[in-house]
């Protein structure tokens, strides 16, 4: 069975869309391009009828037809993967060998970017399907970069500290002797298994190394702890950025009222899978707002508490036990806690979480991608006929790349955020209050008063007026960045009448970025 995608005459029909229930058994690259063609299918009649319009006569319908499905064949496939085996000596003195893989998907805008995952799980497919996944989501976002993706096949839970050290510093290596790791062409960051430490250890053997007549040497990474050049609200930005992408759509009446929910976020439930940092930040955010968190679920079980779940308790807990099971202020949860009762379910572990077997099971309303690729095309076929409103990976985990483009630009500018402008700004801010306080002052009909009247500004308002901090300029632009992506994504979804279906409405405005891009390339397509 599949999708029809009608195009205006006299197109023809280019793509055909499989929604069938195996698609759960497709790889994840796969399913990255599945919902790349349910976009292009969707999107091409009006590439070829804007081509068609922007230069009359100078081709046929076919030939223009030929000319928009070469530059989208262009688009779809990873353009570069690095393979890698290394050796590495064991703290017992054994040598293992190490293998890692580093997929550049698209180098249209340059540098690169993608995270470094250290996994077990780690192979050719999962790393090119999330660079692929980087290139759509930094479009979306409108962050210039190309997709990227990093797997080192490892548990990284295994290995000592030194033995993680070793790793990483020879990833580094590897990767910038063969043009995979330089601020210009190629800029890693965390993900899953790696923070700011393994970023550091990166940005330390490149500066030392590869890069040490480089002024910007340390914008080879990303994610890096404030002393080597990191920058303020990066750990949090994936988790605040899905906050700001959740907040949107639960505050708008229409989305709301077509899921049978009521806008904003007082009492509003939800569960969390994966505790990690984008697991935890998210859970924070979404609590601070007046939502209430009832479950967690992690790789080793899961705990439900429908009075709530503290986020900040609960992470105390687990940096001292080194789990969240047996956490005293909820009780051990027996079964699939992704199809327990909640408004909202936030899926933060590993892709293809959400399969059709289990799609028909899940009662949220509303599905927040947190991880990459959590749900399979046929999972969401299944959650959108019945009314859930998925907020996709593409969009609404976009913060921490977002924030990483921040950093670099921080890195090779070689200014904090606000460190020019900051004491004029605090001055600037006082001189209006001095000058509201003399207009008052002189307008006084009593004499007596004239003079008399003070303005003082509270301690709120004090720190408001006091000049941007580098993290209030970060958080500011995320936030910013996150409400431009929604509104395109919104009148992307009205114009093709996607209703619910949010992941098609973003492919189709990433999708169309790109291809202005390489259309604007000139004779290479044209």
């Given amino acids: 069975m599949g999708i029809t995608v009608t195009l205006s005459k006299p197109h023809r029909r280019l793509y055909s869309l499989?929604?069938?229930?195996?698609?759960?058994?497709?790889?994840?690259?796969?399913?990255?391009?599945?919902?790349?063609?349910?976009?292009?299918?969707?999107?091409?009649?009006?590439?070829?009828?804007?081509?068609?319009?922007?230069?009359?006569?100078?081709?046929?319908?076919?030939?223009?037809?030929?000319?928009?499905?070469?530059?989208?064949s262009v688009i779809k496939p990873c353009s570069h993967v690095l393979s890698l085996t290394f050796p590495i000596r064991r703290d017992s003195g054994l040598v293992e060998l190490v293998s890692a893989y580093r997929a550049q998907h698209k180098q249209h805008r340059t540098p690169n970017k993608g995270g470094i995952r250290y996994s077990p799980d780690v192979d050719y497919d999962e790393v090119t399907a999330l660079a692929s996944l980087m290139t759509y989501k930094c479009a979306l976002v409108n962050v210039p970069f190309g997709g990227a993706k990093t797997g080192v096949k490892i548990d990284p839970r295994k290995y000592s500290e030194d033995e993680l050290e070793r790793i990483t510093r020879r990833l580094a290596m590897e990767l910038g002797k063969k043009g995979f790791l330089h601020p210009g062409i190629d800029v890693p960051a965390p993900d899953m298994g790696t923070g700011e430490r393994e970023m550091s250890w990166i940005a330390d053997t490149y500066a030392s190394t590869l890069g040490y007549a480089d002024i910007n040497a340390r914008a080879c990474v990303t994610g890096k702890?404030?002393?080597?050049?990191?920058?303020?609200?990066?750990?949090?930005?994936?988790?605040?950025?899905?906050?700001?992408?959740?907040?949107?759509?639960?505050?708008?009446?229409?989305?709301?009222?077509?899921?049978?929910?009521?806008?904003?976020?007082?009492?509003?439930?939800?569960?969390?899978?994966?505790?990690?940092?984008?697991?935890?930040?998210?859970?924070?955010?979404?609590?601070?707002?007046?939502?209430?968190?009832?479950?967690?679920?992690?790789?080793?079980?899961?705990?439900?508490?429908?009075?709530?779940?503290?986020?900040?308790?609960?992470?105390?807990?687990?940096?001292?036990?080194?789990?969240?099971m047996g956490f005293p202020g909820a009780c051990t949860y027996e079964g699939n806690l992704l199809c327990k009762q909640c408004d909202i379910l936030i899926p933060a572990a590993s892709e293809r979480q959400i399969t059709a077997r289990l799609a028909p099971h899940i009662q949220a309303k509303i599905v927040v991608e947190g991880a990459n690729g959590p749900t399979t095309p046929a999972a969401e076929r299944i959650l959108l006929e019945r009314n859930v409103l998925v907020i996709p990976d593409v969009y609404v985990n976009a913060g921490g790349v977002t924030v990483s483009y921040f950093e670099w630009l921080k890195n090779i500018n070689h200014v904090s955020y606000g460190r020019l402008t900051f004491k004029y700004e605090r001055d600037a801010n006082y001189h209006l209050l001095n000058s509201v306080q003399r207009s008052i002052n002189s307008w006084m009909s009593d004499e007596k008063m004239q003079g008399q009247i003070n303005i003082t500004p509270s301690d709120e308002f004090k720190a408001r007026i006091a000049g941007a901090s580098e993290k209030d300029i970060v958080d500011s632009g995320l936030e910013q960045t996150m409400d431009r992506a929604a509104e395109q994504m919104i009148r992307a979804s009205r114009r093709y009448k996607l209703g619910l279906d949010l992941r098609t409405a973003a492919y189709i405005v990433a999708i169309e970025k790109i291809y202005s891009f390489y259309k604007d390339c000139g004779s290479t397509f044209f």
């Fill in 225 to 324: 702890p404030i002393s080597q050049g990191g920058i303020q609200g990066r750990i949090s930005a994936t988790g605040r950025g899905l906050y700001f992408g959740v907040k949107i759509f639960i505050m708008d009446a229409n989305f709301m009222e077509s899921i049978g929910l009521t806008p904003g976020f007082h009492q509003k439930t939800f569960i969390v899978q994966g505790f990690g940092n984008v697991g935890f930040h998210s859970m924070l955010y979404l609590h601070m707002a007046g939502a209430k968190c009832v479950g967690v679920a992690e790789w080793d079980g899961s705990i439900y508490n429908p009075h709530g779940i503290d986020p900040v308790t609960l992470q105390e807990y687990q940096k001292l036990h080194g789990t969240i």
């Fill in 18 to 72: 499989s929604t069938d229930k195996e698609d759960d058994t497709v790889k994840f690259s796969r399913q990255i391009d599945m919902f790349f063609d349910r976009a292009a299918g969707l999107l091409e009649a009006t590439l070829v009828d804007n081509l068609r319009q922007q230069i009359p006569g100078a081709w046929s319908v076919e030939e223009t037809e030929r000319k928009v499905r070469g530059v989208l």
